[in-house]
Nanobody, 127 residues
Framework: QVQLVESGGGLVQAGGSLRLSCAAS????????MGWFRQAPGKERQFVAA????????RYADSVKGRFTISRDNAKNTVYLQMNSLNFEDTAVYYC????????????????????WGQGTQVTVSS
């Protein structure tokens, strides 16, 4: 089973950028669809972005399209979330998630489709 560890969170001013990383253990990273979710205080966990096993397909929440970019490096067992033009509404704990898939092009948007989760990393955007 893959284990996930996020890093890269922190405090940033509005308009700034951060890059989150999620390092996965194990030899099966390339068999997982990878996703990023976030949860703000008092709110439900929200889909942010996902990337297929091959990295050839991506999907984004409307709220982050054009500002966030998800990518993966299967050789390094790592998935990234580049976040630009951050605003106060992006403040949340960001979670990395993995869901196994048979097809290289599969994408998951729902939390229930992911079976492995990291511990989360806090992103705080000051206005």
């Amino acid at each position: 089973q893959v284990q996930l560890v996020e890093s890269g969170g922190g405090l940033v001013q509005a308009g700034g950028s951060l890059r989150l990383s999620c390092a996965a253990s194990g030899r099966t990273f390339s068999t997982y669809v990878m996703g990023w979710f976030r949860q703000a205080p008092g709110k439900e966990r929200q889909f942010v972005a996902a990337i297929s096993r091959s990295g050839g397909s991506t999907r984004y929440a409307d709220s982050v399209k054009g500002r966030f970019t998800i990518s993966r490096d299967n050789a390094k067992n790592t998935v990234y979330l580049q976040m630009n033009s951050l605003n106060f509404e992006d403040t949340a704990v960001y979670y990395c998630a993995a869901g196994s898939a048979a097809l290289f092009s599969t994408i998951y948007s729902y939390a229930s489709q992911y079976t492995r989760w990291g511990q989360g990393t806090q992103v705080t955007v000051s206005s």
